[in-house]
Nanobody, 120 residues
Framework: LMCSCRPGGGLVQAGGSLRLSCEVS????????MGWYREAPGKGRELVAR???????NYADAVKGRFIISRDNADTALYLQMNRLKPDDTAVYYC??????????????WGHGTLVTVSS
């Protein structure tokens, strides 16, 4: 299984929008969770949003009402629509997948990250 972030990060002014995308080469793996994390300068990695196999979504309080996580029906693409961006949203954003196969059990996979910079 692989997660690949498509270009979608970049520089945006406060109040603007960006959309992040992640391709997932899942093969025969069962996807348990798909999500986005971010790591701001000098801070640890934190959950931004996730979507569970049932379709339930969870968001960090800091992004509720502004970000929307979605996926395609085949669990091969994950998206994060980011609206009303703030300078505090500046971070490297990582795609995350937890997947299960009979041979590996549940394993976490990470994309390589994409930088989002929000100017004030």
């Amino acid at each position: 299984l692989m997660c690949s972030c498509r270009p979608g990060g970049g520089l945006v002014q406060a109040g603007g929008s960006l959309r992040l995308s992640c391709e997932v080469s899942r093969n025969a793996a069962h996807i348990n969770i798909m999500g986005w994390y971010r790591e701001a300068p000098g801070k640890g990695r934190e959950l931004v949003a996730r979507i569970i196999s049932s379709g339930t979504t969870n968001y960090a309080d800091a992004v509720k009402g502004r970000f929307i996580i979605s996926r395609d029906n085949a669990d091969t693409a994950l998206y994060l629509q980011m609206n009303r961006l703030k300078p505090d949203d500046t971070a490297v954003y990582y795609c995350y997948v937890n997947a299960w196969t009979p041979s590996t059990g549940s394993v976490d996979y990470w994309g390589h990250g994409t930088l989002v910079t929000v100017s004030s």
